[in-house]
């Protein structure tokens, strides 16, 4: 029989407040308890309900004490466990615990357990790693001995052993690249938070609690066709904190958003929540489905209070055309923490759909744990999905899953990636319709962000095969066409979500389509713009039509002709390593049915982006007539304030060189005049492309140690009523290279 529980707790209310703890720590490490409180329901049949429990759980611990050994009840309990023992055809394990006011002399007078191991209470956390470690259970670190790095003591069996389609030969190699740049990356990480710190002691606003970490408008698939997304400043992730290394995801880098301190009260949370509202509305975009985003989990209690959560929650059910609400959490605090979404849905109306996401990255237990470090297995993800089946039943499916998969971790190949996300896809189908729950698979491209692996392996000299180069955006398109081809996936076709680009840590380079200099491409822009539109209309033949009738317009050329950039992507991602591409193909097969998804108001928005992109053209450069006056305009704006920063921060930055840490990029805080006159020059180059009637407002300037100065900034065309972000790219002069000697 297969365990249903993995540990029956047995106690005596006099101790009511000690297994509570271990009750806490078993279940943040992902096991399943049978405690009476939680378990036993009004109705229940007591004796027979106690009796079923233990049978049907691997392990049966019990907390001695004296009122244990005086309770006819406990020891009914412990006679029922010693039965089910001595069964050989069942298994169940028992485990005593001396309290820690028992004397361990008084342990030989329990008739009952003698020949049986006792263990002396020690900790909560130390008791429930020495029942993982008896090996019967999966744990969350999968075992693996994170703090033997420094002393090269890691066995890779650890690592190969872990389940994975990758082969063992290639599991070897990556379990050796990670272990080599592991150390670096401590120290990368490190000196990224130096240079944080001084950024927040030099502009509080970077910390004020009152003001959230990340606001963005971003499209999606509702009747509004947009949802505002709010990026939290509270405590930073508990699991960063809590891991051997003190990393957390390796590709994550949160923590810049979040800040250094500790959690944000109930009302700090609703200062924030204004402020997104407001600036939702000064954006003009009419949203129904509002993101909560957090440096951890929304549902873990060290993180949000229930009081802060409580708030959020009443705040949004007064509003009446808010019909979606995201929140993000780790699998774990979803099915250990069984009250928090019925609690959040009874806060909500009866029309609000609650989605959770959750970070799943990858179907795969060796790419999720070696290459991102996330800390949960598949086991894990398929609990909290059990979970949420059950309280669906009671809530009328007003749950479902969001199941964010990055798209290129670290030390994959491009073909590689593609193959694992449609595992992933065809694995998410699959538990949707096993358990009843809607799961919506969400592609993230992975944004290259300052204190990551990502970051660290980008810093890499171009002819280090292990460089990271910035996720191809061709690769977005090649596994939306697969997902939609196959045919067991039409469901998770039609659910299907590609995130934005820009998030709430500090991004260094964006997924996109670069040119060989590290400018982006022309096309860029419409590709991405493309692709985020097809979040609303979900229709694939559209998606290509808009695609290759607008690279038809801006470069009088097909874009499958020989020398495009996919054709260039295809040639070093997919040929070397005998795959094809499903663009091609689909394309050549479907060019009338393409051809036709055009209708008139689509002209009209291919007219609108063909000057998005030829301006562009001229703020990054490739317009060669006139683009020099604006470049050199951006550049003395910008040129005042990073000298400005630059002196603030010297000293921390000669710190960074005598560890022989490259600073990846500096993000220059500016003054508001400093943006407006940044936006005139923006606006002037729109206005120049007959797009008057534009509104612009720049949200952050950097400047990278390659030797480009990127802005991104919003943009709102009044006619068309487009909102849309974008990152733009422009390369700085000598002279502004002499001044920013910390490159």
């Not at 470069?555 to 070093?572: A, D, E, G, Q, V």
Request: charged letters at 25%; glycine letters at 4%; one cysteine or more.
């Amino acid at each position: 029989m297969k365990s249903k529980h993995d540990v029956f707790l047995s106690y005596t209310q006099d101790d009511n407040k000690l297994i509570k703890k271990i009750v806490k720590s078993l279940k943040i490490r992902g096991l399943k308890c049978f405690f009476d409180k939680d378990n036993i329901n009004w109705g229940d049949k007591f004796p027979e309900k106690i009796y079923n429990s233990i049978a049907a759980s691997q392990y049966f611990l019990l907390l001695i004490s004296k009122s244990y050994i005086k309770s006819e009840w406990c020891i009914a309990e412990l006679n029922t466990a010693l039965s089910i023992l001595n069964d050989k055809n069942k298994k169940i394990h028992v485990l005593p615990l001396l309290h820690p006011t028992y004397p361990e002399s008084d342990y030989n007078q329990v008739n009952l357990l003698k020949g049986i191991q006792y263990r002396i209470y020690d900790s909560p956390d130390e008791i429930a790693d020495a029942i993982l470690h008896l090996g019967q259970i999966p744990t969350l670190e999968t075992q693996l001995e994170w703090s033997d790095i420094n002393k090269r003591e890691i066995s890779f069996e650890k690592f190969i052993n872990i389940d994975s389609w990758l082969s063992k030969e290639r599991k070897t190699e990556i379990s050796k690249l990670v272990i080599d740049n592991l150390p670096k990356l401590k120290e990368h990480r490190q000196n990224h938070l130096i240079r944080l710190k001084k950024r927040w002691e030099i502009f509080p606003v970077y910390i004020d609690r009152n003001l959230p970490a990340w606001l963005r408008i971003s499209s999606t698939k509702s009747e509004a066709g947009y949802r505002l997304i709010i990026g939290f400043r509270n405590c930073t992730c508990n699991y960063r904190n809590t891991e051997p290394l003190n990393l957390g995801c390796f590709n994550c880098g949160y923590y810049a958003g979040a800040g250094p301190m500790k959690r944000a009260s109930s009302a700090q949370l609703i200062e924030q929540l204004r402020s997104a509202f407001h600036y939702g509305f000064k954006t003009k975009r009419h949203f129904d489905v509002i993101e909560f985003l957090c440096d951890g989990s929304f549902f873990n209690d060290y993180e949000f209070s229930d009081r802060g959560k409580d708030k959020i929650f009443e705040y949004i059910a007064k509003m009446p055309y808010i019909k979606r609400v995201l929140v993000e959490s780790t699998p774990e605090h979803i099915y250990s923490q069984t009250s928090e979404i019925p609690e959040r849905l009874r806060k909500l109306r009866k029309d609000q759909i609650l989605e959770i996401g959750i970070g799943l990255e990858t179907s795969d237990d060796f790419i999720r744990k070696v290459c991102i470090n996330k800390g949960f297995m598949k086991i894990h993800f398929e609990r909290a999905i059990e979970t949420v089946a059950r309280f669906n039943k009671e809530f009328d499916n007003r749950c479902c899953i969001v199941a964010y998969l990055l798209i290129k971790p670290a030390f994959l190949k491009p073909f590689e990636i593609i193959k694992d996300t449609l595992k992933t896809i065809k694995y998410l189908n699959n538990l949707s319709i096993k358990y009843n729950v809607e799961i919506i698979p969400k592609l993230e491209p992975a944004a290259i962000s300052d204190g990551t692996i990502l970051s660290l392996l980008y810093q890499n000299p171009a002819s280090d095969p292990n460089q990271y180069k910035p996720l191809n955006y061709w690769t977005i398109l090649e596994i939306i066409t697969k997902v939609y081809l196959e045919k067991e996936c039409e469901q998770m076709y039609k659910n299907l979500r590609i995130g934005a680009r820009e998030d709430m840590d500090d991004v260094i380079k964006v997924p996109g389509v670069y040119k060989e200099d590290g400018r982006f491409d022309q096309f860029d822009f419409i590709l991405y713009d493309s692709i985020q539109e097809f979040n609303q209309h979900h229709d694939i033949f559209l998606l290509y039509s808009m695609i290759s009738e607008t690279y038809l317009q801006t470069t009088s050329k097909y874009f499958l002709s020989t020398k495009s950039t996919l054709r260039k992507w295809i040639n070093t991602a997919l040929i070397p390593f005998n795959e094809q591409s499903s663009i091609i193909n689909f394309y050549n097969n479907n060019k009338e049915k393409i051809s036709t998804a055009i209708e008139q108001s689509n002209r009209n928005e291919i007219s609108f982006l063909k000057k998005v992109y030829e301006t562009l053209d001229i703020i990054e450069g490739h317009n060669y007539h006139l683009s020099p006056k604006v470049m050199k305009k951006i550049e003395n704006i910008v040129l005042k304030e990073a000298i400005t920063f630059q002196d603030m921060i010297k000293k921390d930055v000669s710190d960074l060189k005598r560890s022989n840490s490259s600073v990846t990029d500096l993000t220059i805080p500016l003054k508001k005049s400093t943006l407006s006159d940044l936006r005139k020059v923006l606006f002037e180059c729109f206005s120049n492309q007959n797009l008057t009637l534009f509104e612009i407002e720049v949200i952050d300037v950097s400047v990278d140690y390659k030797g480009f100065i990127k802005i991104f900034f919003e943009a709102i065309d009044f006619i068309s009523g487009r909102f849309f972000p974008l990152w733009t790219m422009m390369p700085v002069s000598e002279k502004m290279k002499r001044y920013l000697t910390i490159f």
